[in-house]
């Protein structure tokens, strides 16, 4: 995961480690190098500009050149901003208490791949003793439909869909009625995707949000896509008030810059990432643990 990043920031470290005396001049050229491998890593502009301002007026100060271990010492200023930027993280799902219906509204655009981790959330929930039902909120696109049937197959959760609507409000509020019914206790909406974020779609999720009253809404965005997926989370934040963001495809060569920006620019965390397109492949993001891994 981050592979060119993990080897850039090693390079700045070597340069930051390799004098015997940590000199100012020395420190200025790491940490010019640690800033190229996070705009390389396509971090957001201004989050490295700041970012870098943070960790150069810590590092440059005469405490931290002055000490025994300067190196280690910069190192430690960087892991810990890192993890300022990316966190803190609640992972907690905010659902309500046994014999009622949670709703979590899930967003993103096509390809995203939130239908995939609408099944990843629901076998995880079932794991942990919960029983969810899936919902097809994508009516646009009969294939999406299919797929969250198939889903629901392979996991054994059951699937509420209606192919004679086009209204998706009126498909939640029938599914809450039928998670009722079933005794299913978290409702796990796959709404539509679109190829670009658009009006008419913004305007459905709107709908969706403001009638039907989901717990939380959480957009899944494909890291893949770098500032992309940064900026689909910004708008799709202006528009729904976000409660989190799912990040998939972090098992691919995802440069990084996405899942490290994204807290940052948007206010909103990053709960989760996948790591995979098999459906156990949804692990809780932990700013520390990715931090340390970035580190190496
Ligand atoms: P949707 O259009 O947003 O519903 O996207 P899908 O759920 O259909 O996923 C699109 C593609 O991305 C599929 O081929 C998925 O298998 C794949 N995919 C989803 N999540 C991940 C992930 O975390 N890692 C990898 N490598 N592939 C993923």
Redesign the pocket.
């Known amino acids: 995961m981050f592979d060119a990043l993990q080897e850039n920031l090693g390079a700045a470290f070597k340069t930051l480690r390799g004098q015997g005396k940590l000199t100012e001049s020395n420190m200025r050229e790491g940490l010019k190098l640690v800033e190229k491998a996070l705009l390389e890593a396509d971090v957001s502009y201004d989050v490295v500009g700041a970012f870098m301002k943070r960790v150069s007026e810590q590092s440059l100060g005469e405490k931290v050149l002055s000490s025994l271990r300067p190196n280690e010492q910069v190192m430690g200023i960087i892991y810990q901003e890192l993890v300022n930027l990316m966190g803190p993280v609640d992972h907690s799902l905010h659902l309500k208490g046994k014999g009622e219906v949670t709703v979590l509204m899930m967003c993103?655009?096509?390809?995203?791949?939130?239908?995939?981790?609408c099944g990843k959330l629901g076998k995880m929930l079932k794991e942990n003793g919960r029983r969810p039902l899936l919902v097809a909120a994508d009516l646009q696109r009969p294939a999406?439909i299919d797929?969250l049937h198939v889903l629901g197959e392979q996991l054994d959760i059951p699937v509420y869909s209606d192919r004679t609507t086009q209204d998706p409000v009126k498909v939640t509020a029938n599914a809450v009625e039928r998670a009722k019914k079933l005794e299913a206790d978290v409702v796990i909406l796959d709404t539509a995707?679109r190829l670009h974020i658009d009006d008419e779609l913004m305007q459905q999720l709107r709908q969706i949000d403001q009638r039907c009253h989901p717990d939380q809404v959480y957009l899944?965005v494909d890291g893949m896509t770098g500032q992309d997926a940064v900026n689909s989370a910004k708008a799709f934040n202006e528009a729904l008030e976000l409660d989190g963001v799912i990040m998939?495809?972090?098992?691919?060569d995802a440069r990084g810059g996405a899942a490290i920006s994204v807290k940052e620019v948007t206010g909103v965390p990053l709960k989760f990432m996948?790591?995979?397109?098999h459906l156990e492949?949804l692990e809780p993001f932990h700013p520390e643990r990715m931090a340390g891994r970035i580190l190496g």
Not at 108 to 117: C, D, H, I, R
Not at 248 to 252: E, I, N, Q, V
Not at 274 to 277: A, L, V
């Open positions: 993103g655009l096509q390809g995203s791949g939130k239908t995939t981790t999406a797929q995707g899944v998939t495809k972090l098992d691919g996948g790591t995979g397109e492949n």
